[in-house]
């Protein structure tokens, strides 16, 4: 019989990387850093990057968002492969992939009240849950959460080293579906990268705490787990994060060679002194070849260059 795999399948799998931007708002300088270094990893590796548009909770959604932010990715150079996703376009999927964890009885319904979780203890990302409706029948105005049992989850991220938690007590069981019939942030960021055959993620270290719910959902739903690597975020002179719920400034895409050698030097790079006065090509094959990500290692935070 003839191996049709041949040599090929020795070979690595292909580095796929991605920038996932909700259109809550415009590109601030916040993303525009997790793109510049979740792109030079992914060229970096001779892989692919892909750019998905988190556009599944729609009642947070800016209209204008998405163009905005398509349109400063184009115009500082980025250039995506594969069409734009949208996850808007996965609602059917991710409705039968919800069914799928009730089906297996891996989730279950809940109606408790903001108010009586308000009394919960906070743990790793907001209230723990303890379990309060896993047995109860309930029929209508729910949330879904997915059962936490005993369970340590460990991963080693990239940049930040190893990272443990024990889910049950940390987090509890988390919601994948909202009350208001939305999908979760976690449920719906997995199913998407499943689907795109992520590899490796690259985003802010606000995430890095969700990243154990994303993989235990993963581990559910039989997926891969991809790579994580959490970049330190962005803080202003009072250490707040920027972030588009506390407005953070729009990029202005006429300072774009600016921007990507103040994103360079906020990712610890270091361009030379003139590089922002040379073309969007030039800076980007500079910054492809000395692309160095051990220089953020194990940082949480940078400030703003000039804000
Ligand atoms: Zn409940």
Redesign the pocket.
Known sequence: MIDKSGIGSLNKIEYRGRFAPSPTGPLHFGSLIAAIASYLEAKTNQGKWFLRIDDADYLREQKYASDSIKKALELHGFEWDKDIQYQSNSNVLYKRMRNHLIDNKKAFR???SRK??KNNQTGLNGII?TG??RK?HITNDYSI?VFVDQLKIKFNDEIQGSQSSQLDKDIGDFVIWRRDNIISYHLATIIDDNELGVTNIVRGNDLINSTFCQLYLQNLLNYKNPTYSHIPVVVDKNKQKLSKQFGAKEISNKLNTQNLVDGLLALKQTPPDDLASDSLENIWSWAIENWNSKTLEMTRSVKTPNL
């Open positions: 809940c109606n408790c009586i979780l849950y309060t409706c109860k959460r």
